[in-house]
């Protein structure tokens, strides 16, 4: 596996969650590649206080919507977030913890290692 599908320590990506399936792909995995606007690189295992936030900047992602497969997120859920809600969120002091297992290398382009570290969630399995 090449460089693009390594995670922040250098390891082998592993998948964030596969209930409820996310990533950009679908695949459970948080890997990008071009066609990823959103660059959903970072997995989080979200918080009630992190749902809130994303729900009133404009991010409902605790309202479930069928006609796009997705089941809405709860306290606990892992999900592949995009790099660029997460440093907004971590900025307001609503950041959720960080699977930095299953986060992509590419993470390291929005925000340090060490911050990472910082929000990093305990191991379990996705």
Same mark, same amino acid.
């Given at each position: 596996?090449?460089?693009?599908?390594?995670?922040?320590?250098?390891?082998?990506?592993?998948?964030?969650?596969?209930?409820?399936?996310?990533?950009?792909?679908?695949?459970?995995?948080?890997?990008?590649? +071009? *066609?990823?606007?959103?660059?959903? %690189?970072?997995?989080?295992?979200?918080?009630?206080?992190? @749902? =809130?936030?994303? $729900?009133?900047?404009?991010?409902?992602?605790?309202?479930?919507?069928?006609?796009?497969?997705?089941?809405?997120?709860?306290?606990?859920?892992?999900?592949?977030?995009?790099?660029?809600?997460?440093?907004?969120?971590?900025?307001?002091?609503?950041? +959720? *913890?960080?699977?930095?297992?299953? %986060?992509?290398?590419?993470?390291?382009?929005?925000?340090? @290692? =060490?911050?990472? $570290?910082?929000?990093?969630?305990?191991?379990?399995?996705?």
């Amino acid at each position: 596996m090449g460089n693009s599908q390594r995670n922040v320590l250098g390891g082998e990506l592993v998948s964030c969650s596969m209930d409820p399936v996310t990533g950009f792909y679908r695949d459970g995995c948080c890997r990008t590649g +071009p *066609e990823d606007q959103g660059v959903h %690189t970072i997995c989080i295992r979200a918080t009630e206080e992190f @749902l =809130a936030f994303s $729900k009133a900047v404009g991010n409902d992602l605790s309202t479930p919507h069928p006609e796009w497969m997705f089941p809405g997120l709860h306290e606990g859920d892992q999900w592949c977030l995009c790099a660029m809600r997460w440093v907004e969120a971590l900025e307001a002091g609503a950041a +959720p *913890e960080v699977v930095l297992e299953a %986060t992509h290398i590419s993470m390291l382009e929005f925000v340090s @290692l =060490a911050v990472l $570290k910082e929000h990093a969630a305990e191991s379990r399995e996705p």
